[in-house]
């Protein structure tokens, strides 16, 4: 079975802050690890996925997450937080890839 | 290059009507999955289409079907609306190619509001 825990459902950052969102996953294999932010009244817009190969990911908007086996997590962080970041994020666990398992998301307001 | 597209926008229907949504997947790509958001909630699994056919289906009731097309656009269809059934519909399109990752990307949704 494979599920994704988010601890924090709200998560408040003042400007230029460091960002940090958590991910706990359980998965019976080897899985694959997303995070997606959502605007209001959008749809899921992918900041970055861990695959397999290097622990340290890299996404867009100068967000990373690191793939902790020991820990079973995938938190997302951003050095410096900036307006725009305020948003939904939900992580994101599959095994094959195809089906999706998301976590509840995360609220961050970041606070000027 | 366009992404997903979904229509309509927003859709109003009345308790035991029955909904059409429809979602036209990212160029070049032949899988779509359907989910559904409810309000203050992760997106949760319905289904998944590729070669026209089901492949795989989350924990939700035959009310809700689907189809896909030869073009690879597709169809979620909801019997006997219920209130719960309020949520944002997203659709995701993905390449199958065998073993390996499919990314999937998401189109804007569509909100469905039942009364």
């Known amino acids: 079975a494979q599920s994704v825990t988010q601890l924090g459902s709200h998560v408040s950052v003042s400007e230029g802050a460091l960002v940090l969102l958590r991910c706990n996953y359980s998965?019976?294999?080897?899985?694959?690890l997303f995070w997606y932010v959502q605007y209001p009244n959008q749809g899921l817009q992918l900041l970055l996925k861990y695959t397999s190969a290097a622990t340290l990911v890299k996404g867009i908007n100068g967000f990373e997450a690191e793939f902790k086996k020991s820990e079973t997590s995938f938190h997302l962080t951003k050095p410096s937080a900036h307006m725009s970041d305020a948003a939904e994020y939900f992580c994101?666990?599959?095994?094959?890839?195809?089906?999706?398992?998301f976590g509840t998301g995360t609220s961050l307001t970041v606070i000027p | 290059d366009a992404g997903v597209t979904q229509s309509p926008t927003h859709l109003i229907k009345t308790r035991g009507q029955q909904v059409t949504l429809r979602c036209s997947p990212k160029s070049g790509h032949d899988t779509v999955s359907w989910y559904q958001q409810a309000l203050g909630q992760g997106p949760q699994f319905i289904f998944q289409?590729?070669?026209?056919?089901?492949?795989q289906r989350g924990n939700f009731p035959d009310r809700f079907s689907g189809h896909q097309f030869p073009n690879y656009s597709s169809e979620l269809n909801v019997n006997a609306l219920l209130l719960g059934d309020s949520a944002l519909y997203l659709c995701a399109s993905s390449l199958m190619m065998g073993a390996g990752f499919y990314e999937q990307y998401f189109g804007p949704g569509t909100r469905l509001t039942v009364t």
């Open positions: 998965s019976s294999v080897p899985p694959y």
């Open positions: 994101a666990v599959s095994h094959t890839g195809n089906q999706f398992y």
């Open positions: 289409y590729y070669e026209e056919e089901e492949r």
